[in-house]
């Protein structure tokens, strides 16, 4: 009984952890994910997971929505990780870590910013940025 | 010749080890909220509160011109995808028929929603309080449905759009029970 409640539990956890937070919405020039050291190609409609990096080539840009209408997009030579994401859609308490490696990056904050303010964070290589509404634009170069 | 090769080392290193410039503005919201960020960088902290509020490698908050902000981040600014909306239809008491008025925002609602690649639409539908719990729940849960056939034939796949019934626990206007309110008999279009 323990194990198949852990069991039970663990599969929980695990289909957390790959839950998507969002979706590719829109894509142009040269755009892929890194997941798990992987490359992968990406369309519209190419779900973005936690711990994803979206990478853009000199002449890509890319604009992703979350479960929690966060809007965020990358123009060219960029790397932004998605460090974490939870929503939870009832409550609209959660947490999102971004972080900004190199390039330019857009931002429309959310339901959970509006809830809970910087629960949105931003880390650039020197900084962090605590987000408490609601458009903001970064730039590393 | 030793010292040069130093330097040189020194100067090399530097450049490959050299922080990179960050610049962080806040946007006018469109929304009209105030946007605020609070950017830490070590021991410093810089909050931007008002449109176009920049800090540059955790200086001291400036305002750039609105021109600048189109020329850097012209590319990223283009690529943010449509911003979530919500749009509402009215009913005849009673039923699921789109009021007259509703049905000649239909078009234009359908247009705005065919212009969204690959959009996620989530439909509730409410009554008035007028009747029983019951069936308001299943009048509601009727009106979401019909909104979704309109959104299928317009040609948004049926796999997108999720629909749910709230009855009459959820007016727009408060009211008593047993109120016809016409506000109150809606479908919401939640789109992103």
Same mark, same amino acid.
């Given at each position: 009984?323990?194990?198949?409640?852990?069991?039970?539990?663990?599969?929980?956890?695990?289909?957390?952890?790959?839950?998507?937070?969002?979706?590719?919405?829109? /894509? +142009?020039?040269?755009?892929?994910?890194?997941?798990?050291?992987?490359?992968?190609? /990406?369309?519209?409609? @190419?779900?973005?997971?936690?711990?994803?990096?979206?990478?853009?080539?000199?002449?890509?840009?890319?604009?992703?929505?979350?479960?929690?209408? +966060?809007?965020?997009?990358?123009?060219?030579?960029?790397?932004?990780?998605?460090?974490?994401?939870?929503?939870?859609? @009832?409550?609209?308490?959660?947490?999102?870590?971004?972080?900004?490696?190199?390039?330019?990056?857009?931002?429309? +904050?959310?339901?959970?910013?509006?809830?809970?303010?910087? +629960?949105?964070?931003?880390?650039?290589?020197?900084?962090?940025?605590?987000?408490?509404?609601?458009?903001?634009?970064?730039?590393?170069? | 010749?030793?010292?040069?090769?130093?330097?040189?080392?020194?100067?090399?290193?530097?450049?490959?080890? !050299?922080?990179?410039?960050?610049?962080?503005?806040?946007?006018?919201?469109?929304?009209?909220? *105030?946007?605020?960020?609070?950017?830490?960088?070590? *021991?410093?902290?810089?909050?931007?509160?008002?449109?176009?509020?920049?800090?540059? #490698?955790?200086?001291?908050? %400036?305002?750039?011109?609105?021109?600048?902000?189109?020329?850097?981040?012209?590319?990223?600014?283009?690529?943010?995808?449509?911003?979530?909306?919500?749009?509402?239809?009215?009913?005849?008491?009673?039923?699921?028929?789109?009021?007259?008025?509703? *049905?000649?925002?239909? %078009?234009?609602?359908?247009?705005?929603?065919? #212009?969204?690649?690959?959009?996620?639409?989530?439909?509730?539908?409410?009554?008035?309080?007028?009747?029983?719990?019951?069936? #308001?729940?299943?009048?509601?849960?009727?009106?979401?449905?019909?909104?979704?056939?309109?959104?299928?034939?317009?040609?948004?796949?049926?796999?997108?759009? %999720?629909?749910?019934?709230?009855? *009459?626990?959820?007016?727009?206007?408060?009211?008593?029970? %047993?109120?016809?309110?016409? !506000? =109150?008999?809606?479908?919401?279009? =939640?789109?992103?």
């Amino acid at each position: 009984m323990r194990w198949t409640i852990a069991a039970v539990l663990l599969a929980f956890a695990s289909a957390g952890i790959a839950a998507d937070a969002g979706e590719i919405k829109s /894509v +142009s020039g040269t755009v892929h994910l890194e997941r798990g050291g992987k490359k992968l190609p /990406v369309k519209v409609g @190419t779900p973005v997971q936690q711990s994803d990096v979206v990478v853009t080539g000199a002449d890509g840009a890319a604009g992703i929505t979350f479960t929690d209408n +966060s809007l965020l997009s990358v123009g060219p030579n960029s790397v932004l990780g998605i460090d974490k994401y939870a929503f939870d859609s @009832t409550t609209h308490a959660g947490q999102f870590d971004a972080s900004l490696k190199k390039g330019t990056l857009a931002v429309i +904050s959310g339901k959970m910013v509006k809830q809970q303010p910087e +629960s949105m964070r931003v880390r650039t290589p020197s900084s962090i940025m605590g987000v408490r509404g609601t458009e903001f634009v970064v730039k590393v170069d | 010749m030793a010292a040069v090769a130093v330097i040189a080392l020194l100067a090399l290193v530097y450049w490959v080890a !050299k922080p990179p410039n960050e610049t962080v503005t806040v946007l006018p919201s469109a929304d009209g909220h *105030k946007g605020i960020v609070v950017v830490e960088r070590g *021991k410093d902290k810089q909050v931007l509160d008002q449109p176009y509020a920049t800090t540059r #490698n955790g200086d001291a908050v %400036q305002i750039l011109a609105a021109t600048d902000i189109k020329e850097t981040f012209g590319p990223t600014l283009q690529a943010l995808p449509a911003r979530p909306a919500v749009f509402l239809l009215y009913f005849i008491t009673g039923t699921d028929e789109l009021t007259d008025e509703s *049905k000649a925002d239909l %078009q234009r609602i359908l247009d705005e929603l065919k #212009n969204r690649p690959l959009p996620d639409v989530y439909v509730i539908g409410h009554t008035d309080t007028v009747g029983e719990l019951r069936g #308001n729940d299943m009048l509601s849960a009727l009106r979401a449905q019909t909104v979704q056939g309109f959104l299928v034939s317009a040609g948004i796949p049926e796999g997108r759009i %999720q629909t749910a019934g709230r009855g *009459k626990r959820e007016p727009i206007v408060p009211t008593a029970d %047993q109120v016809d309110e016409p !506000k =109150n008999r809606r479908v919401e279009i =939640n789109v992103r």
